[in-house]
């Protein structure tokens, strides 16, 4: 494995070294799918290194998953305790936490299952620290709460940089990239909107993936490393939020040099909490609960009043078939049509069909054959 990462050290300080270029474009971008390539080769091997060890196996439960990821001994096990009155395991030292603890999180109507997983370490993605077994519980979450303490703040960055080694791309958008492989022809390039990307770029990229003819369809913008990642066809999308916790054991100044740092480092306001006295627990599960993009339907039955105790969660850009899937696997294909009161119509009982998109606190009739 030394061997493997050491080449990709050389190839990180070369591209590192070459200034960004029309003349460079086309070499960089064959190193960095090349440097892609050997990442992904060597996080494989890692997972499947070990001889049989167990991993975790975590049921989802819940209108959504989330996972604690920090370094050893931020205080995950005690932030999950007091969210969720689980009783995971809390201690001073490093590595407390030596499986998977899951809890329960209701908040505005959602059932949120967090978990609780042993402190990533530097090298996770390569395997280090049972990085393999971590990685993969993050890979299968809906959003992940990156945990870091007031005196190593800077773990962050190696936080990011191991999801991002992983295959895990966090708080952006997945690109708009369709590649269609063909057996002749050559690469044509088709973008809808500006595309800063030339048809050189493309195909040496495409080149170190062994790829020689294809259609590739580009909607918006998209960078070198966009289109590598859509070739790889391995990535994962995450929300995520940062919570900076144990404020309670700095003085304001320095609390405010660190939200003010990392917001300029990140783009997002970090969450200065302390699990220990409880500290902006609240605005914590508010923040959650917004990062996971959730809506409330509230249904109505055919005869009789919308329920409007208890909402159905739903995350934003549902449609009715998706309420549909999640009631019973018989209304999909029994849906004749639906009556929408809400925000998401133009008018108050309107009826619609089956692929209408929801909006937040939208009432629902659902009219299926008897």
Same mark, same amino acid.
């Given at each position: 494995? %030394?061997? #493997?990462?050491?080449?990709?050290?050389?190839?990180?300080?070369?591209?590192? *070294?070459? =200034?960004? *270029?029309?003349?460079?474009?086309?070499?960089?971008?064959?190193?960095?799918?090349?440097?892609?390539?050997?990442?992904?080769?060597?996080?494989?091997?890692?997972?499947?290194?070990?001889?049989?060890?167990?991993?975790? +196996? =975590?049921?989802?439960?819940?209108?959504?998953?989330?996972?604690?990821?920090?370094?050893?001994? /931020?205080?995950?096990?005690?932030?999950?305790?007091?969210?969720?009155? &689980?009783?995971?395991?809390?201690? $001073?030292?490093?590595?407390?936490?030596?499986?998977?603890?899951?809890?329960?999180?209701?908040?505005?109507?959602?059932?949120?299952?967090?978990?609780?997983?042993?402190?990533? #370490?530097?090298?996770?993605?390569?395997?280090?620290?049972?990085?393999?077994?971590?990685? $993969?519980?993050?890979?299968? +979450?809906?959003?992940?709460?990156?945990?870091?303490?007031?005196?190593?703040?800077?773990?962050?960055? =190696?936080?990011?940089?191991?999801?991002?080694?992983?295959?895990?791309?966090?708080?952006?958008? !997945?690109?708009?990239?369709?590649?269609?492989?063909?057996?002749?022809?050559?690469?044509?390039?088709?973008? =809808?909107?500006?595309?800063?990307?030339?048809?050189?770029?493309?195909?040496?990229?495409?080149?170190?993936?062994?790829?020689?003819?294809?259609?590739?369809?580009?909607?918006? *913008?998209? /960078?070198?490393?966009?289109?590598?990642?859509?070739?790889?066809?391995?990535?994962?999308?995450?929300? %995520?939020? @940062?919570?900076?916790?144990?404020?309670?054991?700095?003085?304001?100044?320095?609390?405010?040099?660190?939200?003010?740092?990392? &917001?300029? !480092?990140?783009?997002?306001?970090?969450?200065?909490?302390?699990? $220990?006295?409880?500290?902006?627990?609240?605005?914590?599960?508010? +923040?959650?609960?917004? +990062?996971?993009?959730?809506?409330?339907?509230?249904?109505?039955?055919?005869?009789?009043?919308?329920?409007?105790?208890?909402?159905?969660?739903?995350?934003?850009?549902?449609?009715?078939?998706?309420?549909?899937?999640?009631?019973?696997?018989?209304?999909?294909?029994?849906?004749?049509?639906?009556?929408?009161?809400?925000?998401?119509?133009?008018?108050?009982?309107? !009826?619609?069909? @089956?692929?209408?998109?929801?909006?937040?606190?939208?009432?629902?009739?659902?009219?299926?054959?008897?």
């Amino acid at each position: 494995m %030394a061997g #493997i990462e050491d080449q990709i050290k050389e190839i990180e300080d070369e591209i590192q *070294n070459t =200034v960004y *270029n029309k003349a460079t474009s086309k070499h960089i971008g064959r190193l960095k799918a090349k440097l892609a390539k050997m990442k992904e080769d060597a996080v494989n091997r890692a997972m499947k290194a070990g001889g049989g060890g167990e991993g975790y +196996a =975590v049921k989802k439960s819940g209108d959504a998953t989330v996972v604690l990821v920090g370094f050893p001994s /931020t205080g995950k096990s005690t932030l999950l305790n007091v969210l969720t009155g &689980t009783e995971s395991e809390t201690g $001073a030292y490093a590595f407390t936490t030596l499986t998977v603890v899951p809890g329960a999180l209701e908040h505005k109507g959602a059932k949120i299952q967090l978990l609780d997983i042993p402190g990533l #370490i530097a090298g996770a993605a390569m395997g280090k620290g049972r990085g393999k077994e971590v990685i $993969a519980v993050v890979r299968n +979450a809906d959003m992940i709460v990156l945990l870091v303490d007031v005196f190593n703040e800077k773990h962050v960055d =190696v936080l990011f940089r191991e999801l991002y080694d992983a295959g895990i791309r966090v708080n952006v958008p !997945r690109p708009d990239i369709t590649i269609k492989k063909t057996s002749r022809g050559g690469v044509r390039l088709n973008a =809808v909107g500006s595309l800063d990307l030339d048809i050189e770029e493309v195909r040496s990229i495409l080149t170190e993936n062994r790829i020689a003819s294809a259609d590739i369809l580009i909607r918006g *913008n998209a /960078t070198q490393d966009d289109l590598i990642d859509a070739i790889m066809g391995s990535r994962v999308y995450v929300p %995520a939020i @940062i919570a900076v916790n144990k404020v309670d054991l700095i003085d304001e100044a320095d609390r405010k040099k660190i939200e003010e740092d990392l &917001t300029e !480092r990140f783009g997002q306001n970090p969450l200065m909490i302390s699990a $220990a006295t409880g500290y902006h627990m609240e605005e914590l599960k508010d +923040a959650v609960y917004d +990062a996971l993009g959730f809506i409330r339907i509230f249904l109505k039955p055919q005869s009789g009043p919308a329920d409007l105790d208890e909402p159905l969660i739903m995350r934003t850009g549902s449609k009715i078939e998706d309420v549909c899937r999640k009631l019973h696997r018989d209304f999909v294909d029994k849906f004749r049509y639906a009556r929408i009161w809400g925000t998401s119509v133009k008018h108050e009982a309107q !009826r619609v069909g @089956i692929a209408h998109s929801l909006a937040d606190e939208d009432i629902l009739q659902i009219i299926i054959e008897r």
